[in-house]
Structure formats: structure tokens, C-alpha cells
């Protein structure tokens, strides 16, 4: 077994830190970037605890060292814009040699083609500041393939050449729809080209390491990660909530840098702009500060950027998540502000919805983080922030006024404490099992909540793609006890566990050297049925429209994510509050009001524009047509709205309330109909 390899081999591990074999120190030279001995002490002390600590029980063999190489690659030239295909030929040689030479920490393999990306980079980017000062002809009818997945890499400089003109090329056909002079155009691009330049320059031996060692970290799954000294820092401090910004986690994408987590209750997540997979392309900072093009600058740069004191104000230019390089980006004004506490604790409204002659008062509560003041809980604090005793509160307030039945809206709720997960579903549960855990040894451990129902009337749950984790437990364990309607999107699909480390934390003896921080999945989570979370998240009872599928977005677009299984089931005694009959009777009016409710329609069309832009591999490259999309994109949502118009009439025909059409929200909204109407089919069946 593996504990049993684990509890053998381990003081191999933790001699590491008193031996002498290692490389002297080796500074970076400008021409070519080489490790460091620190460098390959810890490449081989995080090979160890992969092997010894993740979840996933796969050696680190010839198998797993092919995939590194492809992870490598592809981090480092994702788009296929910089290596030759000579270049990749002459890589092959490496591609079953990665896993004997990590574990002997030789590292001379990623730093050779580590130095050629950077050679093949210089060699791009003098090609285009040049370009970039020619005059662009917009007539001509060609086409820029830039969705490069299936595509070649070139077979020459000059074919490499053509690629690049054509890139450069649509990006300055998208600043010249944006407004832009031929002059402004040309300025920006060298800027950007010049910007990027210095950036390649400034790479040094800890970035190669750090790209290589998260290219290893996500063959084994993509939520385990390594984090250099510099990045652990910042992990650190981002996850003390502590930080003054705009309350997100920024990473690196090829050219760009994404947004890849909102925090509760920061400026960003309370913009209600801003969504994960988000690309930053322009800061400016006050209202009149100059949009500032950040497009092939680090991430730590851009992070830099975004950052600044409480109070100040900086405006951000997103290319939306989805939308691809050219298309129309958003300006989103953003005041830097710490974390908010009170702004990311549960809220509760109050919905009246009238129906059939009767109204509905319908208690709505918004929790966006399973949050837990855990230094409280261990002081033995009487009233300790938590998200369970803020939701209790918050019903027995809703009681007070009367409400006829509760839904909680998890929409991007990305998890936060296991612990809170488990109590809050106590709330609406007369207690047993509320999710199953498995760790790495085979051990199988059941979570149950031990306390009496609290709230026992009609309740649903909103999810979205990105309610994850302890959202998915939540919802999992409603659902699995048929005890709320589950009302969305399919949730991500994030079944796993991480842990968090230090690499000094495996050393016996101190070191004087600067060590990373390495997270690695320990369990897996699964449902009282015995189902994973994992890749299938919790599929609503009733589906909403959805811009983002499980391909694109989630568990399920990761290739190296964890599979699906099942374990036993817990016993458990489903409470049948939601029955079969119920959720097609919900369904059904569901259905019809798609056709007929005008938010919905305006929503669902959208989708359908966003997926036929996803779908597209080329844009062209000649302005007449280009500027003949974008205006045909604005008949066309001119259009929406006359029939949509027609709808409101044909939908006030058949007694359809709009009352709510107030609403800006058409997934709230259509949720507040559906728990009315849950409420009155309870009723009507005693």
C-alpha cells in the first residue's frame, strides 16, 4: 500500500537537508539562464512528496515524464507563436528522461529549452517592433487563425514571419476599431512589443524553475502547485486577506494575465463585473490616468499595478472569459479597498411575488464563502463569526416577517470551510451522514451532523459553474436527501482535498536557503450516495441557461484532473420533501417561461452569440468586414428587443406575473418564480 511506502521511504526525504551532493551556486548570466543549487534540492525534495504524500498513487515514470514535457511546452508557448517545429523535434530526445532526471534534481533539460523559448522570443518580438512601425492594409481579404491547438508549428522563419504578421496585424485592426490612429497604433505596439521585450529580459533562473515545477505539480492533478519564495509570499498574503487592491488572485495565460479567483467580500467580487478567466489587457490608474496596455507583461507586474492604497482608484480593461483575442473588451472602475467581512457574510432579503391571486413572501439569502473565524472557535469565543450562526440568524429574522419559504444562493461561492459545510446543511437536516471523505491510504471517513432540523419549510439552493467545494457538498447533500430544489448551472466539479506546506517543513535540520511552498491534493470528497464530486459537481433539479460548459470551464476542462468513482453508499434516510412529480411539475413551467419570459430570452440569446464566438477558430483580418460583424452584433440585439417586446404581451396572455421584470438578475428571478411555485404544489398536495 501506499501509506506503507510512505512511512518507509520518507527519511530519504528528510536526510535531504543535511547532504552535501549539491552543484555550486550559479548565477545567471545574460545570455543563458541555469540552476541554481536550491533549486535542485527542491526539484528533487518535490518529486519525493509527490510520491509519497498526493492523493493519485502513480510513480513518477516514463508516462508521467511525457506529460511534464507536453506541460512544459505548452506553458511556456501555449499558442505555438515562438518554437519551430525543428525546435519540438530536437525536445523528443527529453520525453522519457524527465522522471529519472528530476528525481537526480538535473534540471539542465528545461533550462536548454527554457534558453531556446527565449532565444526563439527575442528573435519574434525584433521582427515585430518592426512591423509594428509599418502601415497596415485593412483592405485586403485574409484571415488570422489564432485558435493554433490543431494547427502546426512552423516549419520556418519564414513561415513563422507570415504567422507573425498576421498577428500583428489583428491587433492593430483591433485598436483601429477601438478608435485608434494609424500613429496611435503603431505607438502602442512598439510600446507593448518594447514592454514585453524587457519583461523576456528580466526572466532569471527561479522563474524557469518555478514554470518547471508547476508543470509537474499539474501532471498529477491541477490543484496541486508549487510556489517559488517570491509566489509564496504573495500566496501568503493574498490568503490572509490582509492585502489593499481589488481582492483577486491573478495568473499567468501565455500573453495575458487572468483573473483566477474573486475574494468574498473585495472590490472586485462586489463589482459584480469581473468573473474568473477574465484577461487583464490595459490598466490606467484615477479617473484620468492614461489605459495603460499590459498585454505580454508578467503577472507579478500586472499584480503590481492592480495594487495600490485604500481609497485609490484603478480602471481595468478586460477581455471577457471566452471571448477571443480581438473581440470587444469591458472598462471596469474599481476602488481598492480591503477584504470586507461583513460584505461577504450572509445576507437575506425579502421577495414578494404575487401568483394566481396569492402573494409570496420569499426569504432570499446570499452567502458568498463558507466562512469560519477558526482563532475564535479554538478561543472558545461565545459569538465567533461563522457562516452557520449568521444563516440561523438570518431564518429566524425571515420567520419573524413571515416568509413562506427560503432559497440560498451559493452562484460563485468557491467553498471555504468543510467544517461550516457540514453544520449549515445540519440546519435543514435531522441529522446522519453529510458527505464522505477518502484519503490517499484507502481510509474512508464519514462526516455526520448531529444536531435537529432547524428549518424545516420549503427551501431551494442556487448554483452556478463556479459554486465549488463546500457549495457542492452543500447542495450534494440536499439534493441527495431530497429535501431542496436545486435551481442553476451545473456546479465545477471540484471533488478534492489540498494541503498546504513549506518545503523547510520536510527538513530535519534548518537551511539557510530560500524555499518554496508546495500544495498538494490529500482526499477526495464524496456524497452520501457514494458518488464523487469530482468532474460532475451537483447537476441542478432545474436547469438554467449556461454560458459556460463543463469543457470550457471546471473540473472537467482540466486534463490531468482527477477521475470520477464511487465508493459505498452511507446509510442515510432520504426525507422525500422533493419528490419526482414536484420536479417535473417545476420543469415544466420552466420551460414554457423560456419561451416567453423576456430576461430569459435576452439571456439565452446572448449565450448563443457567445458560443457562435467560441466556436470561431479565424477572424478576418480586413476592416470592411470587421466593422460589418460588429454592427451586425448590435441589429441583431436591436432586433432581440422588438421581439422580445411581442413576448411580454403573449407571456401577459397567459396570466404570466411580471412584476419582477424589475429585477436585473433573470437567474434570480426566474428562481423566486420557481420556489413560489414549489410552495403552492406543496400546498395543493396537503
Same mark, same amino acid.
Given at each position: *500500500?501506499?501509506?506503507? $511506502? #510512505? +512511512?518507509?521511504i520518507i527519511p530519504a526525504l528528510i536526510l535531504l537537508g543535511s547532504t552535501n551532493i549539491y552543484a555550486s551556486d550559479t548565477a545567471d548570466t545574460t545570455k543563458y539562464l541555469q540552476p541554481k543549487s536550491e533549486h535542485i534540492k527542491e526539484a528533487i525534495m518535490v518529486t519525493q512528496i509527490l510520491d509519497f504524500f498526493h492523493y493519485r498513487d502513480v510513480d513518477l515514470n516514463d508516462s508521467l515524464s511525457s506529460v511534464i514535457l507536453d506541460n512544459f511546452i505548452e506553458s511556456l508557448d501555449g499558442s505555438k507563436n515562438y518554437f519551430l517545429a525543428a525546435d519540438i523535434k530536437s525536445f523528443q530526445k527529453y520525453r522519457f528522461a524527465f522522471d529519472e532526471d528530476l528525481k537526480r534534481g538535473n534540471l539542465v533539460p528545461a533550462f536548454y529549452i527554457f534558453n531556446i523559448y527565449k532565444k526563439?522570443?527575442?528573435?519574434? @518580438? =525584433?521582427? &515585430?517592433?518592426?512591423?509594428?512601425? !509599418? =502601415?497596415? /492594409?485593412?483592405? $485586403? =481579404?485574409?484571415e488570422f487563425v489564432f485558435d493554433r491547438e490543431k494547427v502546426p508549428y512552423p516549419q520556418s522563419a519564414q513561415e513563422q514571419d507570415e504567422l507573425w504578421r498576421k498577428i500583428i496585424k489583428n491587433q492593430a485592426l483591433s485598436l483601429k476599431l477601438s478608435g485608434s490612429d494609424d500613429k496611435k497604433i503603431s505607438e502602442t505596439l512598439v510600446t507593448r512589443y518594447e514592454r514585453f521585450k524587457?519583461?523576456?529580459?528580466?526572466?532569471?533562473?527561479? /522563474?524557469v524553475?518555478?514554470? +518547471? *515545477?508547476?508543470?509537474?505539480?499539474?501532471?498529477?492533478?491541477? !490543484?496541486?502547485?508549487?510556489?517559488?519564495?517570491?509566489? &509564496?509570499?504573495?500566496f501568503q498574503r493574498e490568503s490572509s486577506k490582509a492585502m489593499e487592491g481589488i481582492g483577486a488572485t491573478l495568473q499567468q495565460d501565455d500573453d495575458f494575465t487572468k483573473i483566477v479567483e474573486l475574494r468574498p467580500g473585495g472590490p472586485a467580487f462586489l463589482s459584480g463585473q469581473i468573473d474568473v478567466d477574465d484577461r487583464i489587457v490595459g490598466i490606467a490608474q484615477g479617473a484620468e490616468g492614461e489605459m495603460v496596455d499590459v498585454v505580454g507583461w508578467r503577472s507579478d507586474e500586472v499584480a503590481g499595478q492592480v495594487r495600490g492604497a485604500k481609497g485609490t @482608484?484603478?480602471?481595468i480593461e478586460f477581455l471577457p472569459a471566452g471571448r477571443p483575442v480581438g473581440g470587444q473588451? $469591458?472598462?471596469?472602475?474599481?476602488?481598492? /479597498?480591503?477584504? #470586507?467581512? /461583513?460584505e461577504a457574510k450572509a445576507k437575506s432579503q425579502v421577495v414578494q411575488y404575487e401568483e394566481g391571486g396569492k402573494t409570496y413572501n420569499l426569504g432570499i439569502i446570499t452567502l458568498p464563502d463558507f466562512y469560519l473565524d477558526s482563532e475564535g472557535l479554538e478561543d472558545g469565543e461565545k459569538d465567533f463569526s461563522s457562516a452557520t450562526s449568521d444563516v440561523k440568524k438570518l431564518i429566524t429574522q425571515l420567520q419573524e416577517d413571515g416568509v413562506d419559504g427560503v432559497m440560498l444562493d451559493l452562484r460563485n461561492n468557491g467553498g471555504g470551510s468543510l467544517l461550516e459545510a457540514i453544520s449549515l446543511s445540519g440546519l435543514f437536516l435531522p441529522g446522519g451522514p453529510v458527505v464522505q471523505i477518502k484519503y490517499a491510504n484507502g481510509q474512508i471517513a464519514k462526516e455526520d451532523d448531529k444536531e435537529k432540523m432547524f428549518y424545516s419549510g420549503p427551501l431551494s439552493i442556487m448554483t452556478n459553474r463556479f459554486s465549488a467545494s463546500a457549495s457542492e457538498i452543500f447542495a450534494a447533500v440536499l439534493q441527495d436527501y431530497k429535501r431542496a430544489v436545486i435551481v442553476g448551472e451545473q456546479t465545477y466539479g471540484k471533488g478534492t482535498v489540498q494541503n498546504v506546506r513549506g518545503l523547510n517543513d520536510f527538513l530535519r535540520e534548518p537551511t539557510t536557503d530560500e524555499l518554496g511552498l508546495i500544495k498538494y491534493t490529500i482526499a477526495k470528497f464524496y456524497r452520501v450516495t457514494g458518488s464523487s464530486t469530482q468532474h460532475l459537481g451537483v447537476s441542478p433539479d432545474i436547469s438554467l441557461p449556461s454560458a459556460f460548459s463543463a469543457k470550457e470551464f471546471g473540473e472537467s476542462s482540466k486534463p490531468s484532473a482527477l477521475p470520477w468513482d464511487k465508493i459505498p453508499a452511507a446509510k442515510f434516510t432520504p426525507l422525500n420533501y422533493v419528490d419526482n412529480d414536484l420536479i417535473a411539475q417545476l420543469k415544466k413551467s420552466h420551460e414554457e417561461r423560456l419561451k416567453t419570459?423576456?430576461?430569459?430570452?435576452?439571456?439565452?440569446?446572448?449565450?448563443?452569440?457567445?458560443?457562435k464566438a467560441r466556436a470561431k477558430t479565424s477572424v478576418s483580418l480586413n476592416y470592411d468586414t470587421r466593422k460589418k460583424e460588429a454592427d451586425d452584433f448590435e441589429k441583431k %440585439?436591436?432586433? %432581440?428587443? #422588438?421581439?422580445?417586446?411581442? +413576448?411580454?404581451?403573449?407571456g401577459s396572455s397567459k396570466g404570466v406575473n411580471h412584476s419582477l421584470n424589475e429585477l436585473k438578475d433573470p437567474f434570480l428571478k426566474e428562481s423566486i418564480i420557481l420556489l413560489a411555485e414549489q410552495i403552492a404544489a406543496k400546498k395543493s398536495k396537503g
Amino acid at each position: *500500500m501506499k501509506l506503507f $511506502k #510512505k +512511512l518507509i521511504i520518507i527519511p530519504a526525504l528528510i536526510l535531504l537537508g543535511s547532504t552535501n551532493i549539491y552543484a555550486s551556486d550559479t548565477a545567471d548570466t545574460t545570455k543563458y539562464l541555469q540552476p541554481k543549487s536550491e533549486h535542485i534540492k527542491e526539484a528533487i525534495m518535490v518529486t519525493q512528496i509527490l510520491d509519497f504524500f498526493h492523493y493519485r498513487d502513480v510513480d513518477l515514470n516514463d508516462s508521467l515524464s511525457s506529460v511534464i514535457l507536453d506541460n512544459f511546452i505548452e506553458s511556456l508557448d501555449g499558442s505555438k507563436n515562438y518554437f519551430l517545429a525543428a525546435d519540438i523535434k530536437s525536445f523528443q530526445k527529453y520525453r522519457f528522461a524527465f522522471d529519472e532526471d528530476l528525481k537526480r534534481g538535473n534540471l539542465v533539460p528545461a533550462f536548454y529549452i527554457f534558453n531556446i523559448y527565449k532565444k526563439r522570443v527575442e528573435e519574434r @518580438l =525584433k521582427y &515585430a517592433l518592426a512591423e509594428s512601425q !509599418h =502601415k497596415f /492594409d485593412f483592405t $485586403k =481579404k485574409e484571415e488570422f487563425v489564432f485558435d493554433r491547438e490543431k494547427v502546426p508549428y512552423p516549419q520556418s522563419a519564414q513561415e513563422q514571419d507570415e504567422l507573425w504578421r498576421k498577428i500583428i496585424k489583428n491587433q492593430a485592426l483591433s485598436l483601429k476599431l477601438s478608435g485608434s490612429d494609424d500613429k496611435k497604433i503603431s505607438e502602442t505596439l512598439v510600446t507593448r512589443y518594447e514592454r514585453f521585450k524587457s519583461n523576456v529580459d528580466k526572466y532569471n533562473s527561479t /522563474d524557469v524553475f518555478e514554470i +518547471l *515545477m508547476n508543470s509537474v505539480t499539474e501532471s498529477f492533478d491541477p !490543484h496541486t502547485s508549487y510556489f517559488g519564495p517570491r509566489s &509564496a509570499e504573495d500566496f501568503q498574503r493574498e490568503s490572509s486577506k490582509a492585502m489593499e487592491g481589488i481582492g483577486a488572485t491573478l495568473q499567468q495565460d501565455d500573453d495575458f494575465t487572468k483573473i483566477v479567483e474573486l475574494r468574498p467580500g473585495g472590490p472586485a467580487f462586489l463589482s459584480g463585473q469581473i468573473d474568473v478567466d477574465d484577461r487583464i489587457v490595459g490598466i490606467a490608474q484615477g479617473a484620468e490616468g492614461e489605459m495603460v496596455d499590459v498585454v505580454g507583461w508578467r503577472s507579478d507586474e500586472v499584480a503590481g499595478q492592480v495594487r495600490g492604497a485604500k481609497g485609490t @482608484l484603478v480602471r481595468i480593461e478586460f477581455l471577457p472569459a471566452g471571448r477571443p483575442v480581438g473581440g470587444q473588451t $469591458k472598462i471596469v472602475n474599481i476602488v481598492r /479597498d480591503k477584504i #470586507k467581512y /461583513d460584505e461577504a457574510k450572509a445576507k437575506s432579503q425579502v421577495v414578494q411575488y404575487e401568483e394566481g391571486g396569492k402573494t409570496y413572501n420569499l426569504g432570499i439569502i446570499t452567502l458568498p464563502d463558507f466562512y469560519l473565524d477558526s482563532e475564535g472557535l479554538e478561543d472558545g469565543e461565545k459569538d465567533f463569526s461563522s457562516a452557520t450562526s449568521d444563516v440561523k440568524k438570518l431564518i429566524t429574522q425571515l420567520q419573524e416577517d413571515g416568509v413562506d419559504g427560503v432559497m440560498l444562493d451559493l452562484r460563485n461561492n468557491g467553498g471555504g470551510s468543510l467544517l461550516e459545510a457540514i453544520s449549515l446543511s445540519g440546519l435543514f437536516l435531522p441529522g446522519g451522514p453529510v458527505v464522505q471523505i477518502k484519503y490517499a491510504n484507502g481510509q474512508i471517513a464519514k462526516e455526520d451532523d448531529k444536531e435537529k432540523m432547524f428549518y424545516s419549510g420549503p427551501l431551494s439552493i442556487m448554483t452556478n459553474r463556479f459554486s465549488a467545494s463546500a457549495s457542492e457538498i452543500f447542495a450534494a447533500v440536499l439534493q441527495d436527501y431530497k429535501r431542496a430544489v436545486i435551481v442553476g448551472e451545473q456546479t465545477y466539479g471540484k471533488g478534492t482535498v489540498q494541503n498546504v506546506r513549506g518545503l523547510n517543513d520536510f527538513l530535519r535540520e534548518p537551511t539557510t536557503d530560500e524555499l518554496g511552498l508546495i500544495k498538494y491534493t490529500i482526499a477526495k470528497f464524496y456524497r452520501v450516495t457514494g458518488s464523487s464530486t469530482q468532474h460532475l459537481g451537483v447537476s441542478p433539479d432545474i436547469s438554467l441557461p449556461s454560458a459556460f460548459s463543463a469543457k470550457e470551464f471546471g473540473e472537467s476542462s482540466k486534463p490531468s484532473a482527477l477521475p470520477w468513482d464511487k465508493i459505498p453508499a452511507a446509510k442515510f434516510t432520504p426525507l422525500n420533501y422533493v419528490d419526482n412529480d414536484l420536479i417535473a411539475q417545476l420543469k415544466k413551467s420552466h420551460e414554457e417561461r423560456l419561451k416567453t419570459d423576456q430576461s430569459l430570452v435576452d439571456y439565452q440569446y446572448d449565450i448563443n452569440e457567445l458560443n457562435k464566438a467560441r466556436a470561431k477558430t479565424s477572424v478576418s483580418l480586413n476592416y470592411d468586414t470587421r466593422k460589418k460583424e460588429a454592427d451586425d452584433f448590435e441589429k441583431k %440585439r436591436d432586433a %432581440r428587443v #422588438k421581439i422580445g417586446d411581442s +413576448l411580454k404581451e403573449l407571456g401577459s396572455s397567459k396570466g404570466v406575473n411580471h412584476s419582477l421584470n424589475e429585477l436585473k438578475d433573470p437567474f434570480l428571478k426566474e428562481s423566486i418564480i420557481l420556489l413560489a411555485e414549489q410552495i403552492a404544489a406543496k400546498k395543493s398536495k396537503g
